[in-house]
């Protein structure tokens, strides 16, 4: 994993990707930050941003959200004056385009970014418009919840998460380092892709595994009861994405429905090739079909980031979190002081716990030391998982 | 969820769904039990029995497994004397009808169970070979880890999970109600069903997710390391199962293919449907197809049982839970002696942490007697879910 910190020591070793700790350090955006939708996201990096010490100006087309995300810290209202030198449009996919045009045109001097969860369509949208999009770098924090709103926000949202920014040949790299900036501030990890690779990747890890659990779940919705009851821990990981809003999935994946559908394709026509081989498992080869179904999975798992898979080279500490929005900025802030590498994290929690369980992978030769220093500041070290 | 405890006051209102806390109480089982697979299953029954103070002979074809298995104290080595009253085949899939066979022939007086993940196809093959099946009642507990072996055996496994019996017309009343108590000396919940509903439902809720997930990982093998890195929890935890070994699932998908190709077929049908509407998104119809998709997914993930499904009407409490394999007993021990009736479990554990998360659902208006008497006993009470 790449050093993303940008920390002044130049010593990549030592530092850590996450940020310094929130509001000890000054912020690396400059200028005040207009952010337009005030829902989850956008009152997040709000929330996250003024942990900085950021200006932060919220807009939302609802007054009653806009009132709510000010009145829980994330920005203030606009006023005629504001200057802003980075906008971040945080509204819905099907209006995007419309909003990032608006946003050009009315603050001439600002760089313009979004958050959408699909690249390619708004910036064709744009071009066909014949918009100059100079001013405009597309981005996407891979975050969220399962609830949604300004009252769901928290500055922690981003901590630890890849967020692919979109540079073209016209981006001028003062406008691409406010971007990254923005990212680098609220705790995640700037990634460089094109808007077709961004598109391709959260087809397949994303928008696929989308549908193809909310398929999987859709055939409970009719099964009998006895069926359920023998329900347990695999079934429910496997369709618990099932639980996700309809309407932001219409547009998600009407938006970048060329590379879903490639991937749904190839998914049937394996789904038919295990079928048939089931059909008919005596004949020569069927099994070793069905072998080769769940071993190439096996290969595939092994390769996503996170404990079950890239990172087996290093440690997993696990620490104790309070649920609290400042915790695991703390956290991270003790992780840089202490000169501690965090190569992933992952946060396991339970909804209505008072805490959650943060798990850091470190450099092996890091790992006690990183024990020893944490728990001189007080964190609770819940284990080391070591396979 | 029905009261499974057969506790003897009578009283429902009162009674826990997992039995007495191990070792306090004697067991419901009566003679010696005899276990023939000392892996992961027959060494975590031998582990639960024991604990009970029941006489548990241990059997495997391999020696070094056996000997493990012993060594852990999950049982004692057989015995020319032995006489046991019921036998419970732990074997692989694939040799599960012979071992049954074998077993019924060499000790002509006792009951025999197989813990096997399918039913109907040993029970035919038996038929088939013309052996007497008065004596044997097929069943299935509905627990597992993704370790396997004698050294992954905890006496804990099986509390809080559905174990499925199939009786049948010729099932003895006494024979029945002994393997019934075998499920509830290990903390189970005994489900009757026939072979065939027991198929089709772990077809649904296991065998069907299996390969979905297997095939949806295993597009990742050959996938770009870019797209791996934007991999977050959702597509981690719809692919986790896909972990799984190739062996066993090889035998387990060949032993039930009927059902299993009937919702294969049913699934690549519906990703076909879903694919065609987001060819053409602007068709009108399309974007209902995928709407509908994911609403379908909304409902049918609520039905599952657990947190996010059925039991909305009772309070979530959560735990926390030494990672030691007595500590659950305790636990479920003093919610029974508590009078606190446990209407769903479920365990949220990080591999390597030193605890986990027991969050159990209850009634309401027991919520508080059971939180403060808990905090009495000593347990750590990490929170409540309330939505």
């Known amino acids: 994993m790449t050093d993303t910190t940008g920390a002044p020591s130049g010593n990549r070793a030592t530092s850590v990707v996450a940020p310094r700790p929130a509001g000890s350090v000054?912020?690396?955006?400059?200028g005040t930050v207009?952010?337009?939708?005030?829902?989850?996201?956008?009152a997040s990096i709000g929330h996250a941003l003024r942990a900085k010490g950021v200006d932060v100006v919220l807009a939302d087309m609802s007054p009653a959200q806009l009132r709510l995300a000010i009145d829980y810290g994330a920005g203030r209202a606009e006023s005629p004056d504001d200057r802003p030198s980075l906008i971040v449009v945080a509204v819905p996919p099907d209006v995007t385009a419309a909003v990032i045009e608006t946003e050009l045109a009315r603050y001439p001097?600002?760089?313009v970014t979004d958050v959408a969860s699909v690249k390619l369509e708004p910036f064709r949208t744009l071009q066909q418009r014949g918009v100059d999009l100079t001013r405009y770098i597309g981005s996407h924090p891979l975050a969220g919840r399962e609830r949604g709103g300004a009252i769901s926000a928290r500055a922690d949202l981003f901590?630890?998460?890849?967020?692919v920014v979109c540079r073209d040949e016209e981006t001028r790299p003062a406008d691409l380092a406010l971007v990254e900036a923005l990212a680098l501030d609220v705790g995640a990890m700037?990634?460089?892709?094109?808007?077709?690779?961004?598109?391709?990747?959260?087809?397949?890890?994303?928008?696929?595994p989308q549908v193809v659990a909310s398929l999987l779940a859709g055939r409970f919705a009719t099964a009998e009861d006895g069926a359920l009851r023998l329900a347990g821990q695999g079934v429910r990981d496997t369709t618990r994405i099932a639980a996700s809003a309809p309407e932001l999935w219409v547009q998600i994946l009407?938006?970048?429905?060329g590379p879903v559908v490639e991937i749904l394709d190839e998914l049937a026509a394996d789904l038919q090739e295990v079928s048939a081989a089931l059909r008919a498992p005596e004949e020569?080869?069927?099994r070793r079909v069905v072998a080769e179904t769940i071993?190439?999975?096996?290969?595939?798992?092994?390769?996503?980031?996170?404990?079950?898979?890239q990172n087996r080279r290093f440690e997993q500490l696990i620490v104790m979190v309070d649920d609290t929005a400042g915790q695991l900025g703390r956290l991270f802030g003790d992780l840089g002081a202490l000169g501690v590498n965090v190569e992933d994290f992952r946060l396991e929690h339970s909804p209505g716990a008072q805490f959650g369980l943060a798990e850091l992978s470190v450099d092996p030769a890091a790992l006690h030391g990183a024990i020893a220093g944490l728990q001189e500041h007080g964190w609770r070290i819940a284990g080391t998982t070591n396979d």
Not at 34 to 42: E, H, K, N, S, T
Not at 159 to 163: A, K, S, V
Not at 295 to 309: A, F, I, S, T, Y
Request: glycine share 16%; hydrophobic share 35%.
């Open 254 to 257: 009407g938006a970048n429905a």
């Open 26 to 30: 000054a912020s690396r955006v400059t």
């Open 34 to 42: 207009r952010v337009v939708g005030a829902g989850l996201l956008g």
């Open 284 to 286: 020569p080869g069927a």
């Open 109 to 111: 001097e600002a760089v």
């Open 295 to 309: 071993r190439q999975g096996n290969d595939g798992v092994e390769r996503l980031p996170g404990k079950h898979g």
């Open 159 to 163: 901590i630890g998460r890849p967020w």
């Open 190 to 208: 700037p990634v460089e892709m094109t808007p077709e690779e961004h598109d391709r990747s959260v087809a397949l890890i994303s928008h696929v």
